[in-house]
């Protein structure tokens, strides 16, 4: 009973403890992160990641109101595109109809590597959108085709 009590006490003080203080974060990016963020890897692979989805049928697909449909696809079709050691969690396709046929506007790489989950997004105007969400740290890192950086932590969604 007093283990129990304690275990009670403790976690109280814990929650009270971050309900009065406001945490601040370090938003700006390291030169590690920076690196990290590099899209070499995934431009040299565009062409290839929609040759090989026009290839493929999807597993699944949920069409919208506004036209727009997200497919599914086979994951482990994708796994030469990551890097090597991770694996691919989910793979989706947002296309829209349009007088000419159904349109690709962007394939979304869900993998996971090491303990970071890490998405990169292709889309048709040929930019790259790569994020990371480092499990050890908290932090999101992003990088918007080379033309914007950012960071935040995952706690600063909720505030």
Partial sequence: MRKYLILVVAGLLVVLGACNKE???????????????????????????FELIEELEPEDSNSFDNGRTISFYE???????ILPEGWVNEVTVTSKETDEGTEIESIGLIYTYRDHNIIVDYFSDESIHKAILDYETGY????????????????ELDS
């Fill in 23 to 49: 945490e601040e974060y370090d938003n700006e990016l390291t030169e590690n992160e920076k690196i990290s963020l590099n899209l070499d890897r995934e431009q040299s692979h565009y062409e290839e990641v």
């Fill in 75 to 81: 994951p482990e079709e994708f796994i030469r595109f």
């Fill in 140 to 155: 999101v890192i992003i990088n918007e085709n080379d033309e914007k950086y950012s960071k935040f932590h995952k706690d």
